[in-house]
């Protein structure tokens, strides 16, 4: 038992180290399948120079009999490199868990600063507040729009006796060019 960790069920362990750890072993198991794959693809290699030396020799069946041998490595290397594939899934997954379990981790710390937050503020106050500021504001905007007509009209009537007066002496003035004319 020397160098081996005793287990307590009360200490929680730190989901990072259990995922790093995880990962170790996986990448330990992802080489042993990378070395097993060579090590077929070696041996189906030295089969397939087995069987074109029994085609040479002319023996059939020797060159059939390690021709299921290479059918049977090509299967097996299939199966491995599924494996090695399921292994490499399994460690994204566990980073994407624990990723996971992150932001879960601090929506729920977000979550409990919002309640404290609302917990200071005082809503139905605010509430009041903004509803007589509302009130204030709208009765500020009727009057205001009724001072910008009265000005508009009053500087309508302006414009008018300022035309009518342009329009007049264009007319005294026409009149005295054409006494000069004449």
Known sequence: MLGQKSWNPFKKE?????????????????????????DMQREQRGAVKLIKDAAKRGDVTSAK?????????????????????????LSTQLSEQLAMASVAGTLSKSSEVMKLVNSLTKIPQMQATMREMSKEMYKAGVLEELVADTMDSAMDEEGLEEESAEAVDKDDLA??????RS
């Open 175 to 180: 009149s005295r060019l054409a006494a000069m």
């Open 14 to 38: 730190d989901p990072k180290q259990l995922v790093r750890t995880w990962q170790s072993t996986i990448r330990k198991e992802i080489r042993g399948i990378d070395r097993q794959i060579l």
């Open 65 to 89: 009999i390690i021709a299921k041998e290479v059918v049977t490595i090509r299967r097996t290397v299939g199966k491995l490199a599924v494996n090695k594939a399921t292994m490499i899934s």
